[in-house]
């Protein structure tokens, strides 16, 4: 998941700076483009570190639902605004914040599997 996040995130930035610049700048959408750009990849290499195996103990589930939680941000958050910056609908503009939740909800899983693992 994380390469393909990364891949996606590092071939998107480069459409938006190049393909996309005149339509996204014509828009004023050049800002949401690089802000989902840079939450695509910064979650990208959260999600390559977190599926180390010594991060977490054997058995742990919070690393898989803080994978899970990212993907969905990713989605959500990144995908939204990625469509509303080419002039998708309107509506897309709420699932914004519930995406940028997931990836809060995946970064409090890290901190709760920190403390938990402390604690072992």
């Known amino acids: ?55 977490a103990g054997a058995g742990a589930r919070w690393p898989v639902w803080a994978a899970g939680a990212w993907a969905v941000g990713v989605v959500l958050f990144s995908g939204s605004l990625y469509a509303l910056a080419l002039g998708g609908p309107r509506w897309l503009g709420p699932v914004t914040p519930l995406g940028g939740t997931a990836f ?9 599997g920190a403390v938990r693992q402390e604690g072992a």
């Open 1 to 55: 998941m994380a390469g393909l996040f990364g891949f996606a995130g590092v071939a998107l930035g480069a459409f938006g700076a190049h393909g996309l610049k005149a339509t996204l700048a014509a828009r004023g959408m050049t800002a949401a483009w690089d802000t989902a750009v840079l939450y695509h990849l910064v979650h990208a290499v959260a999600l390559l570190s977190i599926g180390r195996p010594t991060l």
């Open 104 to 112: 809060l909800v995946g970064w409090g899983l890290v901190a709760y």
